[in-house]
């Protein structure tokens, strides 16, 4: 089973909201870990939006609108990424991270189509 | 600002070995590390492992471990990746991303490089 998932794919709707989850592997608590996410659009390298790992231990990207958020979801095991007012350009690739026994792990990201 | 620039896209052969750069500028080199990641042809993400700009020391994966070697020059602020007896499976996108220094420090990479594609083809 592998550390992360993430949804293959995700559509939504101009001006909705998206959740964009990432599981964390049963026996890796998510409360205790940072959660990274990145963007990637076609062509282009991933781009650093946010890291969440509580209310206290969060920080934003450069630049990164505020419609962009973290938070977690504990009976889930399962960290979220969140978009509000979606919009066209939103269409892309989302990447989630963590450091997990000495190594960066990503999921396997989720093609957000916004429609 | 910020930017990591990437040594230009190359072909090789199997078996042959390729050398990535990565020139750091916008920010102290020796304050941050470098973290390698891999991307091949519609796949997700790999990272393949760590150097500290502070001091050398490095992080590989473990499935990379005798076949890749990372270094930096301080001089020019630059990043280098070496990959050893390459195979097609090699053949992806390599980005470059400034990392923490130390990996007992709390953060993790930000900015990335814009990619180079390797493309290992007899």
């Known amino acids: 089973q592998a550390v992360l998932t993430q949804p293959s794919s995700l559509s939504a709707s101009p001006g909705a909201s998206a959740s964009l989850t990432c599981t964390l592997r049963?026996?890796?608590?998510?409360?205790?870990?940072?959660i990274y996410w990145y963007q990637q659009k076609p062509g282009s390298p991933p781009q650093y939006l946010l890291r969440y790992k509580s209310d206290s231990d969060k920080q934003q990207g450069s630049g990164v609108p505020s419609r962009f958020s973290g938070s977690k979801i504990p009976s889930a095991n399962a960290g979220i990424l969140f978009i509000s007012g979606l919009q066209s350009e939103d269409e892309a690739d989302y990447h989630c991270?963590?450091?997990?026994?000495?190594?960066?792990?990503f999921g396997g990201g989720t093609k957000l189509t916004v429609l | 600002q910020v930017q990591l620039v990437q040594s230009g896209g190359e072909v090789k052969m199997p078996g042959a070995s390729v050398q990535v750069s990565c020139k750091a500028s916008?920010?102290?080199?020796?304050?941050?590390?470098i973290s390698w990641v891999r991307q091949a042809p519609g796949q997700g993400l790999e990272w393949m492992g760590w150097?500290?700009?502070?001091?050398?020391?490095?992080n590989y994966a473990q499935n990379l471990q005798g076949r890749v070697i990372m270094t930096t020059d301080t001089s020019t602020s630059t990043a280098y990746m070496e990959l050893r007896s390459l195979t097609s499976d090699d053949t992806a996108v390599y980005y470059c991303?400034?990392?923490?220094?130390?990996?007992?420090?709390?953060?993790?990479?930000?900015?990335w490089g814009q990619g180079a594609l390797v493309t290992v083809s007899s």
């Open positions: 991270m963590i450091w997990h026994s000495s190594a960066w792990v």
């Open positions: 916008g920010y102290t080199f020796t304050n941050y590390g």
């Open positions: 991303l400034r990392d923490v220094k130390s990996l007992t420090m709390s953060g993790g990479p930000d900015y």
């Open positions: 049963s026996g890796i608590n998510v409360d205790s870990y940072r």
């Open positions: 150097i500290s700009a502070d001091n050398g020391n490095t």
